[in-house]
């Protein structure tokens, strides 16, 4: 009997560990993914503003 218990309770613990393990993975793919997004965002931004300022910038 507490074998059995020992086991059931194992199981969840294990199930915990994973989940939160790939909660941890999920919120660091996140994270991953808005500062690239973010970091693209900029890159674009910042192309578009000097491709705008050029002409000005031409002789």
Same mark, same amino acid.
């Given at each position: *009997? /507490?074998?059995?218990?020992? =086991?059931?309770?194992?199981?969840?613990?294990?199930? /915990?560990?994973? *989940?939160? =393990?790939?909660? $941890?993975?999920?919120?660091?793919? /996140?994270?991953?993914? *808005?500062?690239? &997004?973010?970091?693209?965002?900029?890159?674009?931004? &910042?192309?578009?503003?000097? $491709?705008?300022?050029? !002409?000005?910038l031409? !002789?």
């Amino acid at each position: *009997m /507490i074998h059995v218990f020992g =086991h059931k309770c194992l199981r969840r613990l294990l199930r /915990i560990a994973y *989940m939160v =393990h790939t909660a $941890d993975e999920c919120v660091r793919n /996140i994270t991953a993914y *808005m500062v690239h &997004t973010a970091d693209e965002c900029v890159r674009n931004i &910042t192309a578009t503003l000097v $491709d705008k300022k050029q !002409p000005f910038l031409r !002789p």
